[in-house]
């Protein structure tokens, strides 16, 4: 069970429920519990994708898109089953928000699939969760049958002549299953290979029928735009970005922890005020603001919004939340090395830029890292990069391209101090903060 | 084979939640790998049979999936993440210490069969880093010392 951070800034929506027994379903009607589905319950449809539309609700898993307008994609009419597809394999580095809504409030995750589900006349919903997370699929299994022993799911759902199943499912470890395409693949028991798309999920999803694919954070916020009305969610972040979102602090910060601050809360102040600075009161490099595929943003480029607009116009993005501190004493090429073995382990080798992009920027940061680098290098690192963008069927070569890219143009000086074999000027400098 | 009444029942019941057979597969591979250790031939000829898959099918689904194994390994697999997160907080100084207190590498286990030890990517727990998993237990804000103090229970628990 992790441990719960508080700072006086946050806006508790999605985390109101946290550390207040929500898991047991009493408790949770208490506060609110099914309140939202009901009240979907007596909407039309195209009232609900409304709504969440004019809420400002924005994909959480990464990409940002509209929540409303990805429920309006799935067709009216549909030969096949449409499903819901609760993305919960949560494994962008830098990212343990998803694991706190698990663990504390399973049932709004719950609701959101069955508010998606009657938005675009579903009746079947998947919560998939990543298989790491054993005590989290075990809290989910218990939350879905307790609903079902209710009458909140199955048959008649609250007596409206409406069905609706919830099913669970546990993934085997696969960072590349977080991606909406290959995360159907394994769903449906096959390796995790993305597809490609055209067609849509939407369209053609979950064993041909239409599918929605939405983050868990994403869709527990549905309940409470429901209940709390879109004018008011999309009042609490700034224009186009609604609502709140959970931002995990990670690596070197006084305070780390996973904290809901309104959208375009500033990164700075996320940083020295919510985080409480920097340990041991060195400088920061660095930031990773949105897990490991988002360009770094370097200490004087911190004065930014935490939206996602405002984001891609400071040249990076908000991504899955996972904000990474790093300090003055962290060595970037090491870093840019750490986060490209990564992508390098994860390539499911579908598509040759990726396999052999990540294969060959690891083994370049590998030997450059060792003081056996060239000058060329540098410049390939960027140009092998640039060249994997937008080449892939799913977006795991630009996961591991863009930050590349960002480390080489950002910290050009850092890598040039690791040439004519000489050794890396940090690795005396650097140690470890523990807790 | 014989696998747990609990295995049994929840195979069953997920049967029933999916319009393909093959949809069970991938929990069903970890939770067979739970009771058996691994996913030994037998095993694998057995979910194949269940779910109407050749065996190369499961073969080539189970070696996509980092978390499912076709050898044994020991009671106790420490998971050390030593990912952007955990590293910065000494995730890679943890691995080295266990690698030296275990007298084992990467993917290596211990003479006695209690421990196994990995690297692994990021887990989940980067807010509260550095962490670890055994099995799937997360033992998270760690130092040497707790991390030794860990360890000593798990082997007095083998």
């Known amino acids: 069970m992790a441990d719960l951070v508080s700072h006086p800034d946050e806006v508790k929506v999605i985390s109101k429920r946290f550390s207040k027994g929500a898991t047991n379903l009493d408790r949770y009607l208490e506060l609110d519990g099914y309140k939202a589905v009901e009240k979907a319950l007596a909407m039309t449809p195209d009232d609900i994708i409304n709504l969440v539309k004019n809420s400002g609700l924005r994909g959480r898993g990464g990409a940002g898109f509209s929540t409303g307008m990805k429920w309006s994609f799935v067709p009216k009419q549909s030969a096949k089953p449409k499903y819901i597809l609760c993305n919960g394999d949560e494994s962008e580095p830098g990212t343990c928000k998803d694991r706190m809504i698990f663990e504390h409030d399973p049932h709004a995750v719950i609701e959101g699939v069955m508010i998606a589900g009657l938005a675009v006349g579903a009746t079947q919903g998947y919560i998939y969760i990543r298989g790491e ?22 048959k008649n759902i609250f ?19 977080g991606e909406e395409s290959a995360l159907m693949e394994s769903l449906e028991g096959k390796r995790g290979i993305p597809r490609i798309r055209p067609p849509f999920p939407a369209v053609v999803g979950l064993w041909g029928g239409p599918t929605v694919i939405n983050n868990a954070e994403t869709l527990a916020s549905v309940p409470h735009i429901m209940l709390g009305g879109a004018e008011w969610y999309a009042g609490l972040g700034t224009p186009k970005n609604g609502g709140t979102r959970l931002f995990c602090l990670s690596g070197h910060v006084n305070r780390p922890g ?52 405002s984001m891609m116009k400071a040249g990076s993005m908000l991504g899955s939340g996972g904000v990474v501190i790093v300090d003055e004493t962290t060595c970037m090429v090491k870093f840019a090395l750490r986060t490209m073995a990564f992508y390098q382990h994860e390539s499911c080798g579908w598509c040759i830029p ?16 060792s003081g056996g680098g060239v000058m060329k290098d540098i410049d390939n690192m960027q140009y092998l990069s640039e060249n994997m963008l937008g ?15 960002a480390f080489v143009k950002k910290f050009r000086k850092e890598f040039e101090a690791h040439l004519d074999g000489k050794p890396c000027p940090y690795e005396h400098v650097a140690e470890p903060v523990m807790a | 084979m014989k696998f747990s009444d609990e295995f049994e029942k929840r195979f069953r019941e997920m049967l029933t939640h999916y319009p393909t057979k093959r949809s069970c597969l991938v929990p069903t591979l970890l939770y067979a790998q739970d009771e058996a250790g691994y996913l030994s031939d037998e095993v694998i000829a057995e979910i194949a049979g269940r779910l109407e898959l050749t065996e190369l099918d499961v073969r080539n689904v189970i070696s996509y999936y980092s978390m499912l194994i076709t050898k044994p390994r020991g009671k106790f697999d420490v998971q050390v993440c030593t990912n952007i997160a955990c590293m910065l907080r000494g995730g890679e100084e943890l691995l080295e210490h266990c690698s030296k207190k275990l007298g ?21 727990a980067c807010s509260w880093a550095p962490a670890v998993q055994v099995n799937y237990d997360f033992h998270e804000n760690l130092t040497i010392a707790k991390m030794d103090k860990i360890l000593e229970e798990y082997k007095q628990k083998a």
């Open chain 1, 354 to 369: 990726c396999r052999e992009g990540t294969d060959w920027l690891k083994k370049t940061l590998k030997r450059f890292h």
């Open chain 1, 133 to 154: 997370y054993r005590y989290l699929s075990i809290i989910m299994q218990k939350a879905i049958a307790d609903a079902y022993a209710r009458g909140f799911l199955g």
């Open chain 2, 104 to 124: 084992i590498g990467h993917k290596g286990t211990t003479p006695d069969g209690v421990f196994s030890l990995e690297e692994v990517e990021c887990i989940g």
């Open chain 1, 159 to 177: 007596g409206s002549g409406k069905n609706f199943d919830v099913y669970w499912h546990g993934g085997a470890g696969a960072y590349e299953v």
């Open chain 1, 391 to 405: 080449r892939t069927f799913c977006p795991l070569g630009d996961a591991a391209a863009m930050p590349t890219i």
């Open chain 1, 258 to 309: 996973v904290y809901e601050l309104a959208m375009g809360y500033n990164l700075k102040k996320m940083i020295y005020d919510v985080g409480g600075g920097i340990p041991g009161g060195k400088k920061l490099k660095a930031v990773v603001p949105g897990g490991s595929s988002c360009p770094c943003l370097t200490a004087d480029e911190i004065d930014v919004a935490m939206d996602f607009d």
